[in-house]
């Protein structure tokens, strides 16, 4: 028989099991805050559960818990996290300090299935969905990392790593769930943005499942004949069904919406490419965020000059929509947006 992953397991389902097992079903809130708020990593340690219960649970279940199997730091102070899952695959998570807060950027997926030419993730084969714990346990690692190196617990979570969040809605929700939940870190939602290529259909759905996290999307170009060329998916995610997703979103939501931007040299930085940004912005309540383009091994991308990104901050600012310029972070390890591609 092979053995459960006891995390699969709700509450309900636990208490079930232990009434099953003639023992009282309280323990299940014991195991439970063992296994979400202590983030356990095997049942010897439950130490105040009888050897027997103990024994019990390592009869019918295992945890697969992931494990750090390499931890780099940045000049910077950034960290990355190389995850081993139990089934030997590797992920990426990065730790980003700045004065006041932590953030946490895990992945939701084993590589991407989306195929961004500027993005070293897009390098790698899709091979499955992250689970909810596996995404809850690069979370608390690096919560934990970050009470021990920075003597602060963790303040904000990204859904910027490798993968496609919205392609693996429900086991991201399930995370955010227990991250948010009182049983797991507690963490208010208001904290947590997640990041989106643009799924339309999905970015209704959540807007409809009445979530309370941020939203951000990965622009990149307000023109769809440009977009298409360096996001390929977007052929069949247009940014017209984008807009009208993100419309809804905002109605039932009431909660802006991020653009992602990056400006390269000689792609998007003239002026057209400006004003269809800025009519795009006039769509939908937002807030333009424009990242440095991280150089990837193979990419012939090159980040445009800071005259040109002057040009689109003063064009945004002069309509209204607020931007910000953000530096990248942990570039000389690989742990910059856009970089994570298991490297080592
Ligand atoms: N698939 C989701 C989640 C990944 S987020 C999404 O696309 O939003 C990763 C972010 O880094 C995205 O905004 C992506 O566009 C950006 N990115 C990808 N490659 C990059 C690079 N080389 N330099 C800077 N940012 C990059």
Same mark, same amino acid.
């Given at each position: 028989m092979t053995k459960k992953d006891i995390r699969r397991l709700s509450l309900e389902d636990l208490r079930l099991f232990f009434t099953e097992q003639g023992q009282q079903s309280f323990r299940a809130n014991q195991v439970y805050q063992w296994l979400?708020?202590?983030g356990a990593h095997d049942f010897e340690g439950m130490t105040n559960l009888s050897l027997e219960t103990r024994e019990l649970l390592q009869e019918h279940f295992v945890i697969n818990h992931i494990s750090v199997d390499q931890m780099q730091r940045s000049s910077d102070g950034t960290i990355k996290n190389a995850v081993r899952l139990h089934d030997d695959l590797i992920v990426e998570s990065v730790l980003i300090p700045t004065k006041t807060r932590t953030t946490a950027c895990v992945s939701s997926q084993v590589g991407c299935s989306l195929d961004c030419t500027f993005c070293a993730t897009a390098r790698l084969k899709r !091979?499955?969905?992250l689970n909810p714990d596996e995404i809850y346990d690069q979370v608390m690692a690096i919560h934990q990392e970050s009470l021990l190196y920075y003597d602060r617990p963790l303040s904000n979570i990204v859904f910027m790593g490798m993968g496609e969040p919205l392609m693996n809605y429900n086991n991201v929700l399930l995370a955010i769930e227990k991250i948010t939940g009182v049983?797991?870190?507690?963490?208010?939602?208001?904290?947590?943005?997640l990041s989106t290529s643009g799924v339309p259909k999905m970015i209704k759905k959540l807007a409809d499942d009445h979530v309370k996290f941020h939203l951000a999307l990965s622009l990149h170009s307000a023109i769809q004949e440009k977009r298409q060329?360096? !996001?390929?998916?977007?052929?069949?995610?247009?940014?017209?069904d984008v807009s009208e997703a993100l419309v809804y979103w905002y109605e039932k939501t009431k909660r802006r919406i991020t653009?992602?931007?990056?400006?390269w040299d000689g792609f998007n930085d003239t002026d057209q490419d400006i004003r269809a940004l800025v009519q795009f912005c006039k769509k939908v309540p937002c807030k333009v965020n424009i990242i440095e383009?991280?150089?990837?091994?193979?990419g012939d991308f090159k980040q445009a000059s800071e005259h040109r990104i002057q040009a689109y901050t003063q064009a945004l600012e002069r309509a209204h929509i607020p931007v910000t310029v953000r530096r990248s972070r942990g570039n000389d390890i690989d742990?910059?947006?856009g970089q994570l591609a298991n490297k080592h």
């Open positions: 979400w708020q202590k !091979m499955r969905n049983e797991g870190l507690g963490m208010s939602p208001k904290r947590i943005t060329v360096i !996001m390929p998916f977007a052929e069949r995610f247009t940014l017209d653009f992602e931007y990056i400006v383009y991280n150089a990837i091994d193979d742990a910059a947006c």
